[in-house]
């Protein structure tokens, strides 16, 4: 490690937080450990951590309200929940946080495995590895530093996936996927930044970012063909009510309709601030931007809520799709989901499409739009116009 990693602990259980100190410890973290939220929040301010772990299920104040609290002063420090209360409490605790903009690492179910604690300690820090002799080369922690670095030096890229309209049997749009070309580790996937980038206030500039590059792209390729773009809109960027005018006038600015941009949006995001988000995305249709539910399945919105939004497509989250042909289960969420999109006047789209049974499924069903790796992998800007006139 080449930076001082510090990890603060809050939980009321003495010996709990001491086993967790020890592991740290034997990973090189400086740790302290605290069982009042006053003397936690002191911490907090003065020591800096960069690592915290909360229980969620204290006597004096409970984990969620001490979440809150640390999305109000903008603590930025990377998150770990611990409880002895259940997955599903911790998992939606941990959404809930990071809707508040904090930065979670994960969840750690109590009585807890010291492998998983040291896993999500060192989970942000990513290993890249050397491609000639797939050797580990070199641990590099993402930080804000690190970001905006990458940010000023333009080392960020989108690569592009076609999306298949199953009844036209043709490519009608592309989800821009964004990628860090890193001069010394290598291609780094989305999951390793976007979620920090969130937490250190620094996901509005990757958002602009990703619309102008996208936008130029598009603009150039749609003289050709008749495609449209979709592009992930994180939660946090969606607080800023003035979002909505910035993307417009990047449309513009590069000549494209907004007609011809889908924002994705998660499901969990959608149904975090009901109202907020109701006022955010009328916004975002009256200036002409398509909306899709991204990630549909993973997110628990109800029905009435679903009815209440203006949006057009609903993806299907790829966990549902990759098995569908193998599990009845996974199967039969997806033929449901198509079928709700169809009775709330929306379009569905299946990501995670990796082999022809899946599609032909797909086909049956009635699902309106797929991807995945079998159509293609994403893939790089350049190559999307003779990737089209191939297919
Ligand atoms: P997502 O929106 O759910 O995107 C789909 C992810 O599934 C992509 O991973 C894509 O490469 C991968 N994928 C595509 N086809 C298949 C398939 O057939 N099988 C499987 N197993 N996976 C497939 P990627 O590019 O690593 O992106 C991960 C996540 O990062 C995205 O998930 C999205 O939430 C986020 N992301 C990507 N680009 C951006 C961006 O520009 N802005 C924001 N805010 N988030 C982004
Ligand atoms: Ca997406």
């Known amino acids: 490690m080449n930076h001082e990693q510090r990890l603060l602990i809050l939980d009321d259980e003495p010996a709990v937080a001491k086993t967790m100190q020890i592991i740290a410890q034997k990973l090189g973290f400086s740790v302290r450990c605290c069982t009042s939220p006053e003397a936690f929040f002191e911490e ?41 209360i259940g997955n599903r409490v911790l998992e939606s605790a941990g959404r809930s946080a990071h809707n508040h903009g904090l930065s979670i690492t994960g969840t750690l179910p109590k009585p807890f495995r010291p492998a998983l604690l040291r896993e999500l300690l ?47 049997r043709r490519i009608t749009a592309f989800e821009a996927l964004i990628r860090w070309n890193h001069p010394v580790h ?35 390729l749609s003289h050709s063909y008749p495609i449209s773009l979709q592009i992930n809109i994180a939660a946090s960027s969606l607080e800023d009510i003035n979002m909505a005018d910035r993307l417009d006038e990047l449309c513009r600015l590069h000549n ?7 924002l994705e949006i998660t499901e969990s995001c959608v149904m975090s601030d009901f109202n907020l988000s109701r006022d955010v995305f009328n916004r975002l ?34 966990s549902f799709v990759v098995p569908s042909t193998n599990s009845g289960e996974a199967g039969d969420v997806v033929r449901l989901t198509v079928e709700l999109a169809r009775n709330l006047g929306m379009l569905s789209v299946a990501e995670g499409v990796e082999n022809l049974e899946t599609l032909q499924f797909l086909r049956r069903v009635g699902c309106n739009l797929a991807q995945g790796y079998f159509i293609s992998p994403p893939m790089r800007g350049e190559h999307v116009a003779s990737w089209l006139s191939r297919h």
């Open 256 to 262: 494209v309709e907004q007609r011809q941009i889908t």
């Open 186 to 220: 290598g291609q780094i996937n989305p999951d390793n930044f976007i979620s920090f980038s969130e937490g250190s206030g620094q996901i509005d500039a990757i958002t602009e970012m990703v619309f102008d590059m996208g936008l130029e792209w598009l603009a150039q």
């Open 44 to 84: 907090v301010d003065g020591w800096q951590p960069t690592h915290i772990a909360i229980d969620l299920v204290m006597p004096a104040m409970d984990g969620i309200e001490v979440l809150r609290h640390l999305g109000l002063i903008g603590c930025r420090a990377k998150i770990i929940l611990t409880s002895g």
């Open 122 to 168: 060192l989970s942000t820090e990513i290993s890249t590895r050397d491609s000639t002799s797939n050797k580990c080369v070199t641990d590099f922690i993402i930080d804000a530093e690190s970001i905006a670095h990458a940010l000023h030096h333009k080392q960020f890229e989108l690569y592009y996936q076609p999306k298949l309209d199953l009844t036209l």
């Open 285 to 318: 249709r009256i200036k002409g931007f398509e909306l899709a539910i991204d990630d549909f399945g993973t997110g628990y919105s109800s029905m009435s809520q679903l009815t209440k939004l203006p949006f057009s497509e609903l993806k299907i989250d790829k």
